[in-house]
């Protein structure tokens, strides 16, 4: 059977906690390709119902709510967090927010925000201009 209280498994818990983020935080990875930002976020045992993702100007919101299912059993222990969880990101002019995409596979909140066009990397070729004078001219790389 489960022990109900160990001080000592306590003790070790509440170090632990005091190094570690806010627990009300999402924890998130967030990478950049040439084309787009992608975010991952763990969202174990949360139904797509419970997640809201919202952008507001430049302010990209990820909320969640993680709910106790078992009404009614006695607890023996609880170590998975549970309630409210949000994280907040401030998005540069550089990506497109209309282009913005969430999904969920596995476990994981994936968020993919296109780069803009503008702030994509590109060439510039250079040219000669018919009266011997250089020119340049910007264009769009494909990669």
Request: hydrophobic share 35%; net charge negative.
């Amino acid at each position: 059977m489960l022990m109900r209280f160990d001080p000592f498994r306590e003790f070790d818990r509440l170090n632990e906690q005091l190094g570690r983020q806010s627990r009300s935080v999402l924890a998130m990875d967030a990478v950049r390709d040439e084309d787009e930002v992608t975010v991952y976020i763990d969202v174990p045992g949360v139904s797509n119902d419970d997640i809201d993702v919202s952008v507001e100007k430049n302010e990209l919101t990820v909320s969640i709510e993680r709910r106790w299912n078992d009404e009614g059993k006695q607890v023996l222990t609880t170590e998975r967090p549970q309630g409210s969880f949000a994280r907040r990101l401030m998005l540069n002019d550089a990506v497109d927010l209309d282009g913005l995409k969430a999904k969920t596979s596995d476990g994981v909140l994936i968020i993919s925000i296109p780069v803009a066009e503008r702030s994509k990397p590109r060439r510039i070729d250079v040219e000669t201009g018919d009266d011997g004078d250089s020119a340049i001219e910007a264009t769009a790389s494909d990669g």
